[in-house]
């Protein structure tokens, strides 16, 4: 019934307001809607997960372009994930680009030596100027958790070293000194 009331929702707006909307945080939308779909065959469901993808974030990097520079991090990576769910789901071999060229830009040149990304959840250089960017809020958890999150779906697809390795990294670095035993 969530699915039929968000539908109904965006329904009203047209690409233009839709894309307008998804200028602000909307979290795993289209995600929870692809498994949705995996779960019921619905069409709706899907074309509803497709219409909460953001265009202006998605196609640089379906054409394997780095704009990530200035985005809030806790914003983007969901819609990522989101993207290699829509992979699993529809075979649509955009979404493994989408998916496979964000995670290598993050972790080979927006990344920590522990494995996080991010100060103050933005990247706010650009791709290989981290040195600058240390603070005493680089490397937010959250981020590191959503890009594990990511990680593990790349790694049932092709389960490369480099994956698992970045995953202990951030999980040993970015995830587990936060916990309060």
């Not at 974030?57 to 806790?74: C, E, I, S, T, Y």
Request: glycine share 6%; net charge negative.
């Amino acid at each position: 019934k969530m699915a039929a009331w968000a539908k109904k929702r965006t329904d009203r707006l047209n690409d233009e307001q839709m894309q307008k909307m998804l200028r602000t945080e909307f979290g795993g939308m289209s995600e929870s809607l692809f498994n949705l779909y995996a779960i019921t065959n619905d069409p709706d469901h899907l074309a509803l997960a497709k219409r909460f993808e953001k265009h202006s974030f998605l196609d640089p990097l379906q054409n394997r372009a780095d704009k990530l520079r200035g985005l809030h991090v806790n914003t983007h990576v969901p819609q990522v994930i989101a993207a290699a769910r829509g992979y699993e789901i529809t075979g649509e071999e955009r979404y493994r680009t989408i998916s496979t060229f964000f995670w290598n830009q993050v972790v080979r040149s927006r990344s920590y030596v522990t494995g996080g990304t991010s100060n103050g959840e933005l990247w706010k250089s650009e791709p290989y100027h981290l040195s600058g960017q240390l603070g005493s809020t680089t490397e937010e958890s959250c981020c590191s958790y959503n890009m594990l999150k990511l990680t593990s779906h790349l790694f049932s697809w092709d389960p490369e070293p480099e994956y698992a390795e970045y995953y202990e990294r951030a999980y040993f670095n970015s995830i587990l000194p936060v916990q309060d035993p």
